[in-house]
């Protein structure tokens, strides 16, 4: 049964965003948290799985620095292609979600991410793997458009910045689950109670977002679109089908000249950041494996005994750097609302590359893990919680996920390149550097500076209603 969709009562001057919220928004921020929540925790799986998998898949021995850089190049290659699906759900699911609805088009994408995460567990050969990361790849992309649409056209002006930060900073929590799953993961393949934990992750991965999906049935879409449908059957009906403004028209966003320098600057902030962390953040996963590896060399460990800890020492990896995130997120949420989205921007690229640029050069030590993770995790992170409260501002009700998607996902296209400068630059360019990881992570993290570059031409939306 709906709760009503009905505006809250206005809380007092200065009391907590929250209060202003009504049963029905309550219910909308929790379910749209939910669906990203349990999308970052199978993104992150996979950051978890790819260099084991990988390893299997090609037949490679754990450690041998023969096979490494083979290793490397396919999960380089792996995460490429998932990106080029996240891209592509992205933008399809996106354009959706302005003509079908944004409940509808979210159902269909959890359907999709949690399916084809179970059938990665499959997997028999490294090129199937890559094809169900694909797949799996085009219900992630579709999930944060929607979700963020929908929460930003139930929200009043005030409460939404503050329900987008923590719709977004709570997707940090999905990431130190799958963290904690290959924590219990590496463990049990130590004792050897689970054969292939990488396998396992997947299955695991493919169940809670089922979960959510009854939840889902009881959302009804926002009156801003059904008011945006209106307004289109309207137009058709006054003045032809060639006449009326098009829900989740791609042209419309280069046409219009407003919306060509939002959708421009939108795509490019999006880019260096998505590098930033598709690029070379979550390969802190592997990278943590690459260096801890000699702390085993004279154990007297099994391969499996090593691989478990590794995987143990990874996971700790990825809870560090997203337990800093979701610090990271509420920290930018926070400072955009008392000096703006650009300023915030730019102090948040340039910290990004501090600080990613910081934990590949120290990284030598199990400590370090538990220092300059959490740092690397709060800076970059940050970032993407500028693209949740900023991105909806850019755009129209029509045209709202279509434009969120076409800015987060053709820049994740380009950005696809990414995974794959690294694990050339990894495997050719710095082939001869001990632990050449380090250096390539350093280089690439030049791509902070394009971010920087284009925050002259954003827009400053601060304090100002969504465009209509």
């Known amino acids: 049964m709906h709760v009503p969709d009905v505006p809250a009562a206005e809380a007092p001057a200065g009391a907590p965003w929250w209060r ?3 049963r029905y928004q309550w219910f909308v921020f929790l379910v749209a948290t939910l669906g990203w929540l349990f999308d970052t925790m199978d993104q992150q799986l996979f950051n978890l799985a790819r260099n084991p998998a990988v390893t299997e898949l090609i037949g490679a021995t754990p450690g041998d620095p023969a096979s490494a850089g083979q290793v490397d190049y396919y999960s380089g290659l792996t995460t490429s292609i998932f990106m080029i699906g996240w891209a592509t759900g992205g933008i399809f699911f996106g354009i959706l979600g302005d003509k079908i609805g944004r409940a509808k088009t979210m159902m269909l994408t959890i359907l999709s991410y949690s399916a084809f995460t179970g059938l990665s567990a499959l997997s028999v050969g490294v090129w199937d793997f890559a094809a169900y990361r694909f797949l799996t790849g085009l219900g992630v992309g579709g999930q944060f458009a929607v979700g963020v649409a929908l929460v930003a056209e ?10 987008l930060g923590w719709l977004q900073a709570l997707s940090a929590v999905g990431n130190m689950m799958a963290g904690l799953i290959g924590i219990g993961l590496g463990r049990m393949q130590e004792a050897e109670i689970v054969e292939s934990a990488w396998r396992t992750m997947f299955l695991v991965g493919l169940l809670p977002a089922l979960l959510a999906i009854p939840i889902f049935l009881k959302l009804k879409e926002p009156e801003r679109w059904k008011a945006a449908v209106r307004e289109e059957e309207a137009e058709e009906t006054a003045g032809g089908p060639e006449s009326a403004r098009k829900l989740g028209s791609i042209s419309e966003l280069f046409t219009d000249p407003r919306w060509r320098r939002n959708t421009i600057v939108g795509m490019i902030l999006a880019f260096s950041g998505v590098v930033g962390l598709w690029g070379i953040g979550v390969f802190n996963a592997d990278l943590t494996r690459t260096v801890l590896r000699k702390h085993y060399a004279d154990s007297g460990l099994t391969p499996k005994e090593i691989g478990g800890k590794l ?22 949420a926070k400072l955009t609302q ?15 590359g501090l600080s990613t640029a910081t934990y590949f050069w120290l990284l030598d030590e199990f400590w370090h893990i538990f220092v300059f993770g959490p740092i690397m995790g709060f800076c970059q992170l940050s970032l993407f919680g500028g693209y949740a409260i900023y991105f909806p501002e850019l755009f129209p009700t029509r045209l709202r996920s279509t434009g969120i998607s076409f800015c987060y996902n053709v820049g994740r296209f380009v950005a696809a390149s990414g995974p794959l400068a690294l694990g050339f630059l990894t495997k050719s360019v710095y082939a001869d550097y001990p632990e050449p990881m380090r250096y390539a992570g350093i280089t690439m993290c030049a791509v902070f500076l394009l971010g920087l570059m284009v925050l002259p031409f ?5 304090g100002q209603p969504l465009p209509e």
């Open 311 to 332: 995987t143990f020492w990874a996971s700790m990896a990825l809870v560090m750097f997203n337990a800093g995130a979701f610090f990271g997120i509420q920290g930018f």
């Open 154 to 163: 139930v929200m009043s002006d005030r409460t939404r910045p503050h329900a």
């Open 338 to 352: 008392r000096i703006g989205r650009r300023p915030a921007f730019a102090i948040a690229f340039v910290l990004a």
């Open 458 to 462: 954003a827009p400053e939306t601060k």
């Open 20 to 22: 202003d919220l009504d």
